[in-house]
């Protein structure tokens, strides 16, 4: 069993920045971020493999979305910049065994999940 926990969302306006932290319990697990906006289905935003050398951001977050993990701390971070109001939504973090699994949104465990609300 793999505890993870979201924190750092809230609400900003748009062009504003926000850093997510995901704190997970065991370190030999890739960790991903998801999200859900209002009405829609839940989508991937970034994930990293334990060791860091290998990261995955959608791309059309490139550029905007960072993924970073301190295995010391047992925490990954989605930093967010230039945000916009389609960037709201409800973001989960979530671990994998397998990259092929977190790629397919098809990860073990899951986060409850924090709130992002970007205003324009």
């Known amino acids: 069993q793999v505890q993870l926990v979201e924190s750092g969302g809230g609400s900003v306006q748009a062009g504003g920045a926000v850093r997510l932290v995901c704190s997970f319990s065991a370190t030999n697990y890739h960790i991903g971020w998801f999200r859900q906006p209002p009405g829609k289905t839940r989508e991937g935003v970034a994930a990293?493999?334990?060791?860091?050398?290998?990261?995955y951001v959608d791309n059309s977050l490139k550029g905007r979305f960072t993924i970073s993990r301190d295995n010391a701390k047992k925490v990954v971070y989605l930093q967010m910049t230039s945000l916009k109001p389609e960037d709201s939504g409800m973001y989960y973090c979530?671990?994998?065994?397998?990259?092929?699994?977190?790629?397919?949104?098809?990860?073990?465990?899951w986060g409850r999940g924090t709130q992002v609300s970007v205003s324009s």
């Open positions: 990293i493999v334990t060791d860091s050398s290998n990261t």
């Open positions: 979530a671990a994998a065994r397998l990259w092929r699994e977190m790629l397919s949104i098809r990860p073990t465990y």
